[in-house]
């Protein structure tokens, strides 16, 4: 079970800069000569076009090969409730790291790798052999192609030794396999900003991400989670958009895990507590989630007994699945409803706009409120069921990403369009639905501003690209309305 602290946010501010505190000792130099290829620039821009958004999973593996010692559990996938969640792609965590059974079900089905290369803790460097010829099994081979992601060991503790370790595996993993996207995963301020950036400037990973599990029994009575989620949340995305060096001429791609499971046994998280893990990750410019775990039970060497942490399956067990399934599936799509938008996209700037004082969190560290400024001048949320109340509104600012940066503008038919999120920062630990906790959400556009006539939505609810009506208008200030569930957010289009 992944282990949480308090994040340490005392360091946000300091540069990610060569001077601040980077460990100044270099890798050892006695590896084989081997070329070592450097990092692409804006490789993640590339790939994730190519991918796709990531909707992953961790899974574990049918390793009765290693009679039951695996020291996780283990069991034949239940292939039929696999195909309820609407992930892209299983994370195999457990030894071979690789379901084969999977594959023969689904030969095209993306797939990920975590505590990468040896389903362990990080421990030592590839050994010469491996440096040369690398480290996937042939059953692994055999599917590379999709391997979209691998994550090396799993939220170790900081000290530069891992770092360089980190290092030799990318390197590695960077030449032999090119079109997997690397990175280490911590809980949320387990790394200082200081290691994180000695670790993001020595060892260049394409993608940085975190997990850090907010709803707990021992919250408060109608705990809402958005603004302790927006810290965290653009804390990693300060530290890709730092890039390898910090000075901002390159950019990383950031995500994280979701809470899956049942916390401390006896916690399940609202409808709208699982929403803002997806809205408000896109809304910040995140563009990889991992649901943490798909528990079918905790049985060894293939049986499958009952488990209590279990979310998508009733007690764990195959052939049951809950009304998380149905929320889980419901997401992921909404996801890929905007998902080859998003992966076009990069986060230029993240807003907060505050609700009544009944329901408002208030401001998140770091996080500004909305600036008139921009040409989004007016936001307001109001509960549709209390209509003197409203909750926090998220507002997440993106620009195509250009050629230059492995971009794909001619994806859009118009190269004057403006984009913007908005997510619903109204969850509940009482209500269990999210539609609930729905808002009216009010904006105002300056749309000559924008360099535009209309305003378009992908409406969450279909997938469908719809022009959105004016309800009013205020000298340049053009209104429109929508309605979005508890923790849910959508993606908005400006067009000339």
């Given at each position: 079970?992944?282990?949480h602290w308090m994040l340490l946010a005392v360091l946000f501010l300091l540069s990610c800069s060569d001077d601040n505190g980077l460990d100044k000792k270099?890798?050892?130099?006695?590896?084989?000569?081997?070329?070592?290829?450097?990092?692409?620039?804006?490789?993640?821009?590339?790939?994730?076009?190519?991918?796709?958004?990531?909707?992953?999973?961790?899974?574990?593996?049918?390793?009765?090969?290693?009679?039951?010692?695996?020291?996780?559990?283990?069991?034949?996938?239940?292939?039929?409730?696999?195909?309820?969640?609407?992930?892209?792609?299983?994370?195999?965590?457990?030894?071979?790291?690789?379901?084969?059974?999977?594959?023969?079900?689904?030969?095209?089905?993306?797939?990920?790798?975590?505590?990468?290369?040896?389903?362990?803790?990080?421990?030592?460097?590839?050994?010469?052999?491996?440096?040369?010829?690398?480290?996937?099994?042939?059953?692994?081979?055999?599917y590379l192609d999709n391997l979209t992601t691998i994550c090396f060991g799993d939220e170790e503790a900081y000290k530069f030794e891992n770092v360089k370790?980190?290092?030799?595996?990318?390197?590695?993993?960077?030449?032999?396999?090119?079109?997997?996207?690397?990175?280490?995963?911590?809980?949320?301020?387990?790394?200082?900003?200081?290691?994180?950036?000695?670790?993001?400037?020595?060892?260049?990973?394409?993608?940085?991400?975190?997990?850090?599990?907010?709803?707990?029994?021992?919250?408060?009575?109608?705990?809402?989670?958005?603004?302790?989620?927006?810290?965290?949340?653009?804390?990693?995305?300060?530290?890709?958009?730092?890039?390898?060096?910090?000075?901002?001429?390159?950019?990383?791609?950031?995500?994280?895990?979701?809470?899956?499971?049942?916390?401390?046994?006896?916690?399940?998280?609202?409808?709208?507590?699982?929403?803002?893990?997806?809205?408000?990750?896109?809304?910040?410019?995140?563009?990889?989630?991992?649901w943490f775990r798909f528990l079918q039970g905790d049985g060894y060497g293939g049986q499958t007994a009952p488990t209590d942490w279990s979310l998508l399956?009733?007690?764990?067990?195959?052939?049951?699945?809950?009304?998380?399934?149905?929320?889980?599936?419901?997401?992921?799509?909404?996801?890929?409803?905007?998902?080859?938008?998003?992966?076009?996209?990069?986060?230029?700037?993240?807003?907060?706009?505050?609700?009544?004082?009944?329901?408002?969190?208030?401001?998140?560290?770091?996080?500004?409120?909305?600036?008139?400024?921009?040409?989004?001048?007016?936001?307001?949320?109001?509960?549709?069921?209390?209509?003197?109340?409203?909750?926090?509104?998220?507002?997440?600012?993106?620009?195509?990403?250009?050629?230059?940066?492995?971009?794909?503008?001619?994806?859009?038919?118009?190269?004057?369009?403006?984009?913007?999120?908005?997510?619903?920062?109204?969850?509940?630990?009482?209500?269990?639905?999210?539609?609930?906790?729905?808002?009216?959400?009010?904006?105002?556009?300056?749309?000559?501003?924008?360099?535009?006539?209309?305003?378009?939505?992908?409406?969450?609810?279909?997938?469908?690209?719809?022009?959105?009506?004016?309800?009013?208008?205020?000298?340049?200030?053009?209104?429109?309305?929508?309605?979005?569930?508890?923790?849910?957010?959508?993606?908005?289009?400006?067009?000339?």
């Open positions: 079970m992944k282990t270099e890798p050892g130099t006695d590896e084989p000569e081997i070329d070592v290829v450097e990092p692409e620039l804006y490789r993640a821009n590339r790939m994730l076009i190519k991918h796709g958004l990531q909707l992953q999973c961790w899974v574990a593996t049918d390793n009765y090969e290693l009679g039951g010692k695996a020291g996780q559990p283990a069991y034949n996938l239940s292939i039929p409730d696999w195909k309820l969640t609407g992930f892209t792609g299983p994370t195999f965590y457990g030894p071979p790291l690789i379901n084969t059974s999977y594959f023969e079900e689904f030969p095209d089905s993306q797939w990920a790798m975590a505590k990468a290369p040896h389903a362990d803790q990080l421990k030592k460097e590839p050994t010469d052999y491996e440096k040369k010829n690398g480290f996937l099994s042939e059953d692994q081979l055999k370790i980190l290092k030799a595996w990318y390197d590695v993993a960077r030449r032999l396999y090119p079109d997997a996207l690397l990175h280490n995963n911590q809980y949320a301020g387990q790394w200082s900003r200081a290691d994180m950036c000695t670790y993001i400037q020595v060892a260049k990973p394409d993608l940085i991400t975190y997990d850090w599990y907010y709803f707990h029994t021992w919250d408060s009575d109608n705990y809402i989670g958005a603004r302790d989620m927006a810290a965290h949340l653009y804390e990693y995305r300060d530290l890709a958009l730092g890039g390898w060096n910090g000075d901002k001429k390159d950019y990383l791609a950031f995500g994280q895990y979701t809470q899956g499971f049942v916390n401390e046994g006896t916690y399940k998280l609202t409808e709208s507590q699982l929403r803002l893990y997806y809205y408000m990750t896109w809304t910040f410019g995140g563009k990889w989630l991992n399956l009733e007690n764990g067990m195959p052939g049951q699945p809950t009304r998380y399934m149905d929320w889980v599936n419901q997401c992921n799509r909404e996801s890929l409803y905007i998902g080859d938008y998003l992966v076009r996209l990069k986060t230029t700037d993240i807003r907060y706009v505050a609700g009544t004082d009944k329901y408002t969190e208030g401001a998140p560290a770091y996080v500004s409120a909305l600036n008139p400024s921009s040409y989004l001048k007016k936001v307001s949320g109001r509960i549709v069921v209390e209509p003197e109340a409203g909750g926090d509104v998220y507002v997440g600012f993106f620009d195509v990403i250009p050629e230059e940066e492995q971009g794909d503008p001619n994806f859009f038919a118009n190269k004057g369009n403006a984009f913007f999120m908005l997510t619903n920062g109204y969850a509940s630990k009482v209500k269990e639905n999210a539609d609930a906790l729905t808002q009216k959400i009010n904006f105002g556009i300056d749309l000559p501003e924008a360099n535009a006539t209309q305003c378009f939505w992908i409406n969450p609810q279909t997938g469908k690209r719809e022009k959105l009506k004016a309800i009013g208008k205020e000298d340049n200030i053009t209104y429109f309305e929508v309605e979005l569930w508890g923790g849910s957010g959508a993606l908005f289009m400006l067009a000339p």
